[in-house]
């Protein structure tokens, strides 16, 4: 389906702006068509037949024309201009909707400066089309017709022959669409990848100078400026052939009706009034092919750019709810996986047959080489993805039967770096539950042993962040991170080495806050730290995606397998090449 379609379909809610539009578009065209007929009865009845009492009802003719052509444009322009706004806050919003219903592979397989850019700039360039584009092509085509139509019925010879070149314009115009469309697409994309380039560089300003890495980083976003550049020059070469080609036509049509007007006239076939009045069509007509010829081409690069939205439109969430989803009660947190296997799309046997039984209030320690696939695991329980064989139940209900945000909203997730918006403390803790009182996200700071550092703070809980909260540290965004969960209070928590990324002071108070947040609900724990993992109630040790080893430290510890040895290795303190490989992946 073309670009101009589905831009025209979405349009149908604005149809009677639009139509009211049109009228406008119509009088002001008649009323700029009437001029020159105007121009001829001067000439012919007022001057040359001294007709003169027809003098000023002429020029009052004339100024009519003249107003009722800026009203109607002035209203035209301002119901356009509005429908257009209109479309674009409609086609963000939708878009961004349709983003957020996705998928994490989404994500994963994407790159989130091409998805800004197609959100904001081939948004915008769409926007373009509507506002102007619409009303321009329209306008211009319908007085191009008009203009062409009244040239013929003037005189059918010299009309003709004053419109064949307008032909010869369009073919070229098709024959332009056709090479230029690719490379406007091209173009585009290349932009997105600019918009990403920069975007990684910036998020990862920090490693770039830790490493001085700055003239690395340089040249590779000068590559990418570069290659957009260059496109951008083959689309600026094929249009500045284009367009002086359609002047060059304009012209000879102007030749054309010059030299066959004069012929005529001198011929006596028709009055000169008839040629002046065709003069002034001329413009009318050549006035117009030349604007569409620029709409073309604006057209053909908002294609490109609705192209890359209604891409993102069209693609189907991998993940969503089922037609009869229902909203997961209240639950206790009782957690089965039964046979359970995983892969992403690029990676097999990530998870392989995994049959697990976790009573509710449970804690579980989830241990094992990097790599092995305990993250995976975790993020299957929020059905971020889902198992390809198999299936994981909540309190007996399959998460495929319930609804994602009912699902999600009984689960609470600490990781090992935790995202902060860039707003107060305050809103962040509040994240967790929007509808909290200050007072409840006080309190859930309390227990999770944040107040007393956020009260320190200049503005306490109206402090700002700072993007990704790097005005906190890491210790500072871990404990807001517990205040949320807090907040939210969710029967099962997923805990994926949340004091990693800590230093050993402020790990014994997040993991004081931890131990307070687990208390009475089921828990899933990823730690290399295996003084977190003895204390877990069931122990599950994994590795290439099977359970190897499963039960209680002391069990594990007596079987004298995996666990046993890397819990070995950790107490006795001597960090070896294998202790490293078992644990240290995160
Ligand atoms: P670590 O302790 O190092 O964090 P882990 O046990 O948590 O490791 P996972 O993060 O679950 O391991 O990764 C399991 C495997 O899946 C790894 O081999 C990893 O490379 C791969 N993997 C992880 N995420 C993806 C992804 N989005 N797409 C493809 N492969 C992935």
């Given at each position: 389906m073309s670009v101009l379609y589905r831009v025209l379909k979405l349009l149908r809610p604005y149809r009677l702006s639009l139509m009211v539009g049109l009228l406008c578009l119509l009088l002001s065209t008649g009323a700029m068509l009437l001029q020159p007929v105007f121009w001829q009865k001067m000439v012919?009845?007022?001057?040359?037949?001294?007709?003169?009492?027809l003098f000023w009802p002429l020029i009052l003719a004339m100024l009519g024309c003249g107003v009722l052509n800026a009203f109607c444009g002035g209203l035209r322009s301002w119901l356009l201009e509005r429908t257009g706004q209109k479309f674009v806050l409609e086609l963000r919003r939708s878009l961004y909707a349709h983003l957020q219903s996705q998928s994490l592979s989404f994500f994963h397989d994407r790159r989130t400066g091409d998805l800004i850019s197609r959100v904001i700039g081939d948004i915008d360039t769409l926007q373009e089309v509507v506002i102007n584009g619409i009303d321009g092509f329209l306008s211009n085509i319908l007085s191009m017709i008009g203009v062409a139509v009244v040239l013929v019925l003037y005189n059918w010879k010299l009309g003709l022959a004053t419109v064949a070149p307008v032909f010869v314009t369009f073919t070229l115009m098709y024959r332009y669409n056709k090479k230029v469309k690719p490379v406007y697409r091209a173009a585009r994309d290349k932009l997105g990848d600019v918009s990403s380039k920069l975007q990684e560089n910036l998020t990862g300003v920090q490693s770039v100078k830790a490493f001085a890495r700055e003239e690395q980083a340089a040249s590779k976003f000068e590559e990418t400026i570069r290659a957009f550049f260059m496109q951008n020059l083959l689309g600026i070469s094929l249009r500045t052939k284009f367009m002086p080609a359609v002047q060059f036509i304009s012209h000879v049509g102007s030749f054309i009706s010059i030299g066959y007007g004069a012929y005529l006239v001198m011929n006596k076939e028709v009055s000169v009034g008839v040629l002046v009045a065709c003069r002034g069509y001329w413009w009318q007509l050549y006035g117009p092919v030349y604007s569409i010829a620029g709409i073309n081409d604006m057209l053909q690069r908002a294609s490109a750019a609705g192209g890359r939205v209604f891409d993102l439109l069209d693609t189907k969430p991998e993940l969503s709810d089922a037609p009869n989803a229902i909203e997961l009660p209240k639950v206790k947190g009782e957690v089965v996986f039964h046979h359970v296997s995983f892969n992403y799309a690029s990676r097999?046997?990530?998870?392989?047959?995994l049959s697990l039984r976790v009573p509710a209030g449970t804690r579980v320690g989830l241990a094992g080489p990097?790599?092995?696939?305990k993250s995976t695991l975790l993020n299957l329980i929020p059905r971020f993805y889902d198992p390809q064989s198999g299936s994981i139940s909540i309190d007996g209900h399959d998460?495929?039967?319930?609804t994602q945000s009912s699902l999600r909203r009984q689960i609470g997730m600490v990781l090992q770096e935790s995202f902060l918006f860039n707003d107060s403390i305050l809103e962040n803790i509040r994240f967790?539950?929007?509808?909290?009182?200050r007072e409840e996200a006080e309190r859930a700071a309390r227990d999770a042993n944040a107040h007393e550092f956020i009260e320190k703070?200049?503005?306490?809980?109206?402090?700002m962040v700072g993007e990704r909260g790097v005005k906190l540290s890491g210790g500072q965004r871990q404990r807001i991170a517990i205040a949320r969960a807090f907040l939210a209070n969710p029967a099962i928590l997923l805990l994926d080495?949340?004091?990693?990324?800590?230093?050993p002071e402020s790990e014994a108070i997040i993991q004081q806050a931890l131990d307070r947040l687990m208390s009475g609900r089921t828990t899933f724990v990823i730690s290399h730290r295996l003084s977190i993992i003895r204390a877990c109630d069931l122990i599950v040790i994994l590795e290439n995606g099977v359970r190897i080893e499963q039960g209680s430290h002391q069990e594990l510890l007596d079987g004298n397998g995996l666990y046993a040895q890397m819990y070995r290795m950790q107490m006795e303190g001597a960090p070896s090449a294998a202790q490293l490989a078992a644990g240290g992946g995160k």
């Open positions: 012919d009845q007022v001057l040359d037949k001294k007709q003169t009492d097999n046997g990530i998870v392989k047959d990097s790599g092995a696939g998460l495929k039967s319930v967790g539950r929007p509808s909290a009182t703070l200049p503005k306490g809980y109206d402090t080495e949340a004091t990693s990324a800590v230093e």
